[in-house]
């Protein structure tokens, strides 16, 4: 069996033989990941210009959509460039940092998320004491806990993957995904990669349990409410977290816990497209289209904008 070594190279999986067909999903890769783009960039520029967006939730939430536009960027452009160039090739180091980003971005992503849930139980469970136990210090300390979780994940992961052999270069998925690279082992070494995993998915379902005993005390909260009114915001902001979280973790599980099994090709795709691109796709739209602050500090930023611009013309228009 050949032994493939850092020298080497791995082929992805091709969408098409069809080149009209590769084309087109190099298109509707290119729309998904401007409109991923945006919509967090939108995110991080807004929160950080705008003043009255300096509180625990939306520096929590710039952090997601910094993590976000990190997740999108690790594998849309490399599947973007290979549909365009009719490539299926990444290198065995272009195949490493893979891993490792996507791992750092995911790992850290459901820690923010997490913490988020932790947030939003606080200000709504508990509204006195949210200002004291959510200051500013102890946020820089959740999130930086996160950042270091997604580096240890990362790095525990992206070690225990590439310390195997492998006697194949076929990646059945079009980015280097784990366990597609796991079944191409020649060597016992991958029962470590796999009591990693294990490890790793006792943790996520532990955030996720964690998470839903949380929203059970806000709903409980929520309910006892007065205000229809403050019960629909309260409702608005959880409801689309809960389901980002899901979509996440349910869809991670199936693709990292599944027995090894002739799936299908198709079915690993969608799969990997549902926990790997739509959070960072959709999380724009639920946290901000939703939010009135987030929009108000939009509208802002486009005023300014067009008044720059406008302003920039006046002066070329007075010394031309």
Known sequence: MPNFTSSSKFLLLEFSDIQELQILYFFVFLTVYLIAVTGNLLIIISVALDHHLHTPMYFFLMNLAILDLGSVSVMVPKAMANSFLKSRSISYLGCVAQVFCFFLFTAADLAILTIMAHDRHIAICKPLQYETIMHRGACIQMAVSA??????????????????????????????????????????????????????????????????????????????????????????????????????????????????????????????????????????????????????????????????????????????
């Open 147 to 320: 950042w270091v979780t997604g580096i240890v994940y990362a790095t525990l992961h992206t070690g225990g993957t590439f310390a195997i052999t492998f006697c194949s270069n076929m990646i059945n998925q079009f980015f280097c995904e784990i366990p597609q690279l796991l079944k191409l082992s020649c060597s016992g070494l991958y029962l470590v990669e796999v009591g990693l995993i294990i490890f790793s998915s006792l943790i996520a379902v532990g955030c996720f349990i964690y998470i839903i005993i949380t929203y059970i005390q806000i709903f409980a909260t929520v309910l006892r409410m007065p205000s229809m009114h403050g019960q629909k915001k309260a409702l608005s902001t959880c409801l689309p977290h809960l389901t980002v979280v899901s979509l996440l973790i349910f869809s991670g599980l199936f693709a990292y816990v599944k027995p090894p099994g002739n799936t299908s090709s198709e079915l690993n795709v969608i799969c990997a497209v549902i926990y790997a691109i739509l959070p960072p796709l959709l999380n724009p739209f639920i946290y901000s289209m939703r939010n009135k602050e987030i929009k108000t500090a939009l509208l802002k930023l486009i005023d300014l904008f067009i008044f720059s611009k406008n302003g920039s013309s006046k002066v070329l228009i007075k010394f031309g």
